[in-house]
């Protein structure tokens, strides 16, 4: 199917790297988007892949001086078109790690970014509480300092790779010298006494997913990503970023919906003639095609905005994750559509594509949040 979004090199190059990688994921990828832990052979070949080195710093094992989100960007498109799993365990590489890419210090970036970009230590971001989603402000995990030490106690749920990452990026609320309370980030290796898993539920669509308990770890102040209460600065520099990067996931699985849609309505006949040759199902195909092409210029845009300042782009980023996380919804659901009964099989590629396109529209900013802040960027635009 025509891909309306010509790239300039390396990007045509790392596109194509991506699809062959994608590729030969292929066979593995159904049972692996079934599992709830990693999946070795999907894990084996990434790392043969070379792929995660996209995801830290060139003068730690990366590819690029800094993290290019396009690059980014077009690895998860093509791995979502195959494996959810697998563009889960690559994205994770990059977003557990973005906070020590632009906030660490010499030491933690020495000790954990080489490991990442080889993929032998997996990272993992814990941000969301029981009672905090969307509304980080409210979470309740505190850090307490005790002269060069820290300790974390709380409680993060819903965090990917917990369980399977060599360290996790934790923000903890942390009651400053001032007597204000702030926001603070740390590294926390796995195997930190006190800190431990626990499952998460199961998903309708499983992803590498747990909770994780901190009982009073205690991490040297040296563990600190930036200073005392300024943790979310890192925090938001790694949505910024991401947040694209699932606009790019949302774009691969909506292509591959098509494409399946697509190949049964040229197929199947129904009163005499092929279903695509049926107005109303033509219809559906073009406009799911519509959405795919649109979504992915406006993502390809916006991961090279955000490649040049990803602070001063924030609402590209976030109109791009809205706006190709919701088509990425409405495709799937036409193809189901168009599929007749067939889209509805328990197991097939689409049934798989329906239920994974989902949580994409919830988590790193659900769609109402982003709107929110969208919307307020627009007004202060005009006023
Ligand atoms: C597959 C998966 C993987 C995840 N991995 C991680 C991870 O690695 N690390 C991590 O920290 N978290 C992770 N999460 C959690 C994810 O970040 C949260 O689900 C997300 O932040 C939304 O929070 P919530 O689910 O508590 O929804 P809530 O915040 O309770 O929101 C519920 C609904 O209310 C809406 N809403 C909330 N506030 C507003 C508002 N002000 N205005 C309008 N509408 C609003 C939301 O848009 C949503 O529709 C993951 C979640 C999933 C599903």
């Known amino acids: 199917m025509t891909v309306l979004a ?38 084996a070949v990434l790392r043969k892949s070379g792929l995660t080195r996209y995801t830290v710093p060139a003068a730690y094992g990366g ?3 800094a993290v290019d989100p396009l690059a980014v960007c077009l690895v998860r498109e093509q791995l979502m078109a195959v494996s959810s799993h697998a563009d889960s365990l690559f994205a994770l590489q990059g977003i557990g790690s973005f906070a020590l890419s632009v906030a660490g210090t010499e030491a933690q970036r020495r000790t954990w970014l080489p490991g990442v970009a080889t993929g032998e230590v997996l990272a993992a971001l814990a941000l969301t509480e029981p009672v905090a989603g969307s509304d980080l402000k409210g979470i309740t995990t505190t850090a307490t300092a005790t002269g060069d030490a820290v300790v974390l106690n709380g409680h993060k749920s ?8 060599g360290f996790y990026t934790v923000l ?20 930190s006494p006190g800190l431990s898993t626990a499952p998460a539920p199961e998903l309708i669509a ?4 747990g909770d994780l308990v901190l009982n009073g770890v205690t991490v040297d102040d040296a563990a600190r990503l930036g200073q005392p209460g300024h943790g979310i600065g890192p925090v938001l520099a790694t949505l910024a970023v991401f947040r694209i990067s699932v606009a790019a996931a949302a774009v691969g699985l909506a292509q591959r919906a098509l494409e399946e849609a697509a190949r049964h309505a040229a197929r199947r006949e129904q009163f005499g003639r092929p ?3 049926l ?3 033509a219809g559906h195909l073009a406009d799911a095609w519509a959405d795919v092409a649109s979504t992915r210029l406006l993502t390809y845009e916006a991961a090279r905005l955000a490649g040049e300042d990803p602070r001063a782009h924030l609402e590209h980023s976030s109109l791009a994750k809205l706006a190709a996380t919701e088509a990425c919804s409405r495709v ?10 067939w889209g509805l099989v328990a197991g097939s590629r689409i049934e798989r594509c329906y239920r994974q396109a989902r949580a994409m529209r919830i988590y790193e900013g659900a769609s109402e949040v982003i709107r929110l802040g969208v919307a307020r960027q627009l007004a202060s635009e005009v006023a």
Do not use: W
């Open 6 to 43: 010509r790239l300039e090199e390396p990007y045509e190059a790392i596109r194509e790297e991506a699809r062959t990688v994608a590729a030969e994921l292929e066979p593995l990828a159904e049972a692996a988007d079934a599992r709830s832990d990693v999946d070795p052979g999907v894990l």
């Open 63 to 65: 590819a690029f001086p």
């Open 158 to 165: 819903f965090i990917s790779n917990a369980g399977a990452a």
């Open 172 to 191: 903890a609320k942390e009651v400053l010298p001032t007597g204000e309370a702030g926001l603070s980030a740390f590294v926390v290796p796995a195997g």
């Open 206 to 209: 499983p992803h590498v997913l």
């Open 275 to 277: 279903l695509v040759r």
């Open 279 to 281: 107005g109303p199902v």
């Open 332 to 341: 799937v659901d036409r193809c189901v559509q168009v599929m007749g009964r």
